[in-house]
């Protein structure tokens, strides 16, 4: 079946550092790709999504750009700050035949941000 | 617009007693779903509703667990009798209809966390 494999964390970094999180995925299909975001003691947020193949998504200085030749949708932002530390989550939908509404989720990064 | 709310927040329990859980989706949403959320875990759907039609429940532990959704909106998720493998984080999630604004997310809820003990 689907699946969303991502890195492990935790990531530490200090502020203005580069971040990257890897993600890759399994599907069969055209899935639609997402990651998400878990503040301490909040639900999950939307963080961007990427619906098709080579699409950049991209929000509050984060991106992730649809890989379909290596499966991946890698999260990356140039500088963090201290207010990115949460979980980080990598999710698909849509996998069979491009029917939607079932989100697949990786086991979630944590990333701390030290000043 | 009011995001999605659950109720309770916190909830403690002892093993083998009820408990339920309650989601009011976004207005205008007619998809919800359940997820849960075991500790350092991506969140599982459990069960999805169209309007009031559970459409996939194929993960949905039939023996313990129970959803509604009778009028199309709010829901209610049970679990009777809880054991402590319940102990997690229940999240409940809205979307709108295909073809409307955002049609393909799911917009999350704060979650009820649960401590079976």
């Known amino acids: 079946g689907d699946s969303v494999t991502q890195m492990e964390g935790p990531v530490t970094l200090s502020e203005e550092a580069f971040l990257t999180i890897n993600c890759t995925y399994t599907a069969t299909g055209y899935p639609s790709l997402f990651w998400y975001v878990q503040y301490p003691g909040e639900g999950l947020q939307l963080l961007l999504k990427a619906t098709k193949a080579d699409d950049k998504g991209s929000n509050k200085g984060f991106e992730a750009t649809y890989r379909k030749e290596t499966t991946s949708f890698h999260l990356e932002k140039g500088s963090v700050q201290v207010s990115d530390s949460a979980v980080y989550f990598c999710?698909?939908?849509?996998?069979?035949?491009?029917?939607?509404?079932?989100?697949?989720f990786g086991t979630g990064t944590l990333l701390a941000v030290q000043p | 617009e009011a995001g999605v709310v659950q109720s309770p927040r916190y909830k403690i329990i002892e093993k083998k007693q009820p408990v339920a859980f309650w989601c009011n989706p976004i207005?205008?949403?007619?998809?919800l779903y359940w997820y849960r959320q075991n500790l350092g875990q991506g969140p599982e759907l459990l069960i999805r509703y169209e309007n009031e039609e559970a459409v996939d429940d194929s993960q949905l532990p039939k023996d313990r667990f129970s959803a509604e959704r009778l009028k199309g909106v709010d829901s209610t998720l049970k679990i009777q009798p809880a054991e402590l493998g319940d102990s997690a984080v229940y999240l409940c999630?809205?979307?709108?209809?295909?073809?409307?604004?955002?049609?393909?997310?799911?917009?999350f809820g704060p979650g009820t966390r649960l401590t079976v003990l």
């Open positions: 999710a698909l939908s849509g996998g069979y035949g491009g029917a939607t509404n079932k989100l697949i």
């Open positions: 207005s205008g949403h007619n998809t």
């Open positions: 999630a809205s979307s709108p209809r295909p073809g409307q604004g955002s049609w393909n997310e799911q917009f």
